[in-house]
C-alpha cells in the first residue's frame, strides 16, 4: 500500500510545521496570556529573509547562512515587537483584547513592510537538502525528511531548555505565578520579551522550512496560523505536550481527509472535528482550567 | 421622548443633519462614495460592539456575519431573482442564522477560546463558499449583482446618489435599534453578565441564552449592511472574510471607543477618510494605519470619542448663559 504510507508520511510532514507553530503561538500564550496574530506573518518574514540572505537573487550566502540568520533576525524583531506591541498594553483590563488588534496591527504593519521592501512577486527557496529520498517505500523529498527530523528535534531542544536552564525555568515560574515571580526578584519584563523572541524564532524557523515546499508571499502562513490555531484549541492551550500531538494527530488527520474527502472539505472537517472537542472538553484534549 | 438639543442629542441631530444635506453641497460621487463606504463600516463596527464592547463576547467571525449577508443577498438577487429591496432584508436573516450557528460551540467556552472559535468559524464560511464555486464564484467573487430599483429609477444613476440615503437610512434604523437595545432589560443584563458574571446569573440571568441573543442581536443588522454592499458594489467579494476587513472594523471600533454606540461610527469615518487620503503612499499607508492604531490605543484608551465629547461640552461652555 503505497497510498497509504505517501498519506501517512504528508501527514507527519504537516503535523511537524504544525507542531513548530502551535508550540510557538502556546508559549506566548502561557507565558504572556495574549495571543499573537503576528505569528503568521513572522513566518513569512523568516522566509523572505533567508531568502535575501541565502538564494543567488539575493545575496548567496547559501541556505545555511540564511537559515541561521533568518531565525536570529526574527528573534530580533520578536524581541522588538513585544515591546512596542505587547508591553505597554499588559496591564488593561482587557489585554487579551487589545494583543489580538495591536498584534494584528504589527501583521498588517509586517506584512506590508514586506510588500514594500521585496516586492509581491513570489519567491522560493531552494531546498535546504536538494535530492529524494525512499523512505517507507515511497520517494519523498530529503527537505521534507528534514522538516520530520528538524520539528521534534527543535521541540526537544525546547523543552530541555525550559526544563533545565534557569532563564526556561524562570519563564515557566512567571507562566504559573507571575506575582510569586516578581516577589522572588525576577525580571518578568525581560522573561516576557524572551519568551515572545523564542516564538518568532520558532515562526522564522517554520516559515523558513515551509518556504522551499510553497511559494513565498506575505500570506505564507495566513493558512498554517488557522490551522495552528485549531491545532492549539484542539490540544488545549497551555500544554507544550498535548500541543505537539495534537500537531501530529491534526496533520495525518488532514492529509487521510485531503486523499479520501478532498482539499475542499478539509477544512470544515477539522472545524467540526474541533468543536466536538469542544463541547465536551472546552478547555482542550490536555488544557488546564482557566 | 423629550430631546435634549444642547446635549448629546444635538450632538447627534447636527451629525444627521450634515449627513442629509452633504450630497446637495458637494457634488463629487467620490466623496459620496467614501461616504457610503464609511456608513457601512460604521454599521459593521457599531453592531460588533454592541456584542464585543457591551456584551464582552469576543466575536471575531463578525466580519462573517457580513460575508454570509453579501453572498445570501447577491445569490438570492441574482439566482433566484429576488428583488434587491427584500434579499437586503434576507440577508440579515441569513445572518441571524449564522449567528446561531456559531454560538452553539461558544456558549460554554470563555476568553481566548472564544475568539479563535469564532475566527475559525468565519475562516471556515470562506473555506466553504470558495468550495461551492458554481454557486458563489469562488475566488473570483461573484459579479454583477443587480442593482437597487425603484420603479423605473435605477439607484446606479445620478452617480448613486439613491445609495447614499440608502445607506444613511440603514445607518439611522441601526442606530435606533442599537439605543433601544441597550437601554433595555436585555441589554443591561447583557452589561450586567460582562462585568460580574457570577452574580449576574445568580441573580438569574441565563448566560447561554442572552449569549445567543447578544450575537443575534448584533449579526441582524451586520448582515443587511452586507447586502446592501454587494447590491452597492454589484459584487461579493471572498476578500471579506480576510484579515482586512476584520482589522479595520476591529480598529475602528477600537480607535472609536468602545464605550458607547457612536463611538464606532465615528472611529468607521475617521479611518475611511484617513486611509483615503493617504491613497498615494500605496502599501506604505497601512505602515502608517498599524502604527496610528497602536498610538491611539496607547494614549486615548477611550477612544477618539471622548476627545470629541470633551470638545463639544468645551463648545457648549462658550455659549451665552441665559440669565
Not at chain 1, 498594553?89 to 495591536?102: K, M, P, S
Not at chain 2, 447578544?214 to 459584487?235: D, E, H, I, K, P
Request: charge should be positive.
Amino acid at each position: 500500500m503505497a497510498t497509504a504510507q505517501s498519506v501517512f508520511l504528508s501527514g507527519i510532514v504537516l503535523g511537524s510545521l504544525y507542531a513548530m507553530m502551535a508550540t510557538g503561538l502556546s508559549l506566548v500564550w502561557t507565558t504572556l496570556g495574549i495571543f499573537n496574530f503576528a505569528h503568521g506573518i513572522f513566518m513569512a518574514v523568516g522566509a523572505l529573509v533567508a531568502w535575501q540572505v541565502g538564494t543567488d537573487l539575493g545575496w548567496g550566502l547559501g541556505p545555511a547562512a540564511g537559515l541561521a540568520i533568518g531565525v536570529a533576525v526574527l528573534v530580533g524583531i520578536g524581541f522588538l515587537s513585544e515591546l512596542v506591541v505587547v508591553r505597554p498594553f499588559l496591564a488593561r483590563r482587557d489585554v487579551v483584547l487589545i494583543a489580538v488588534i495591536t498584534t494584528l496591527s504589527a501583521s498588517i504593519f509586517f506584512e506590508n513592510g514586506t510588500l514594500l521592501i521585496w516586492g509581491a512577486r513570489y519567491k522560493q527557496l531552494e531546498p535546504l537538502i536538494p535530492g529524494k529520498v525512499d523512505l517507507l517505500s515511497t520517494a519523498i523529498s530529503a527537505h521534507e525528511v528534514l522538516i520530520i527530523v528538524i520539528a521534534p528535534l527543535t521541540l526537544v531542544l525546547l523543552w530541555l531548555f525550559l526544563k533545565f536552564t534557569r532563564i526556561g525555568s524562570a519563564i515557566r515560574a512567571v507562566s504559573q505565578n507571575r506575582e510569586s515571580a516578581l516577589l522572588m526578584g525576577m525580571n518578568v519584563s525581560l522573561l516576557y520579551s524572551s519568551a515572545f523572541a523564542l516564538s518568532a524564532g520558532l515562526a522564522g524557523l517554520s516559515g523558513i522550512l515551509l518556504g522551499s515546499v510553497r511559494f513565498i508571499t506575505p500570506s505564507l502562513g495566513a493558512e498554517p496560523l488557522v490551522k495552528a490555531l485549531i491545532v492549539a484549541i484542539f490540544g488545549g492551550l497551555g500544554s507544550l505536550g498535548g500541543t505537539i500531538g495534537a500537531a501530529y494527530v491534526i496533520g495525518l488527520l488532514e492529509a487521510i481527509s485531503v486523499y479520501f474527502i478532498g482539499l475542499y472539505w478539509t477544512p470544515a472537517l477539522l472545524f467540526g472535528v474541533m468543536i466536538l472537542v469542544l463541547l465536551v472538553r472546552p478547555t482542550g484534549l490536555f488544557g488546564r482550567k482557566g | 421622548m423629550r430631546l435634549n438639543l444642547t446635549g448629546p442629542d444635538g450632538a447627534r441631530l447636527l451629525c444627521l443633519a450634515v449627513l442629509v444635506v452633504l450630497p446637495f453641497f458637494v457634488p463629487s460621487a467620490y466623496v459620496r462614495h467614501l461616504i457610503i463606504v464609511a456608513v457601512v463600516y460604521g454599521v459593521v463596527a457599531s453592531n460588533w460592539n454592541f456584542s464585543l464592547g457591551y456584551g464582552g463576547i469576543f466575536n471575531f467571525g463578525h466580519l462573517a456575519f457580513f460575508g454570509l449577508g453579501a453572498y445570501a443577498s447577491a445569490i438570492l438577487a441574482k439566482t433566484v431573482g429576488i428583488t434587491p429591496w427584500v434579499t437586503i432584508v434576507l440577508a440579515g436573516v441569513v445572518a441571524v442564522i449564522a449567528a446561531i450557528i456559531v454560538s452553539v460551540p461558544v456558549l460554554r467556552l470563555k476568553g481566548i477560546y472564544v475568539v479563535l472559535v469564532t475566527f475559525a468559524f468565519s475562516q471556515l464560511c470562506l473555506q466553504l463558499i470558495m468550495s461551492q464555486q458554481g454557486m458563489t464564484g469562488g475566488s473570483q467573487g461573484f459579479p454583477l449583482v443587480p442593482q437597487l430599483k425603484l420603479g423605473d429609477y435605477s439607484f446606479a444613476s445620478d452617480d448613486k446618489f439613491g445609495y447614499y440615503f440608502v445607506a444613511l437610512f440603514l445607518l439611522v434604523i441601526s442606530t435606533l435599534y442599537l439605543e433601544r437595545l441597550v437601554r433595555s432589560n436585555f441589554g443591561i443584563s447583557v452589561v450586567a453578565l460582562r462585568d460580574n458574571e457570577d452574580y449576574a446569573v445568580s441573580r438569574g440571568i441565563s448566560l447561554a441564552r442572552q449569549r445567543l441573543l447578544t450575537l443575534v442581536a448584533s449579526a441582524l443588522f451586520t448582515g443587511m449592511a452586507g447586502g446592501f454592499f454587494s447590491t452597492y458594489t454589484r459584487v461579493a467579494s471572498p476578500e471579506i472574510f480576510g484579515f482586512g476587513p476584520l482589522s479595520l472594523a476591529l480598529s475602528m471600533m477600537l480607535l472609536g471607543g468602545t464605550g458607547s454606540i457612536y463611538g464606532p461610527i465615528v472611529g468607521a469615518f475617521v479611518i475611511t477618510i484617513v486611509s483615503e487620503l493617504m491613497i498615494d503612499l500605496g502599501p506604505a499607508r497601512f505602515l502608517i494605519i498599524a502604527a496610528m492604531i497602536i498610538l491611539v490605543l496607547l494614549f486615548y484608551p477611550g477612544g477618539i470619542i471622548v476627545g470629541l465629547r470633551r470638545a463639544y461640552d468645551e463648545l457648549l461652555k462658550l455659549r451665552p448663559t441665559r440669565a
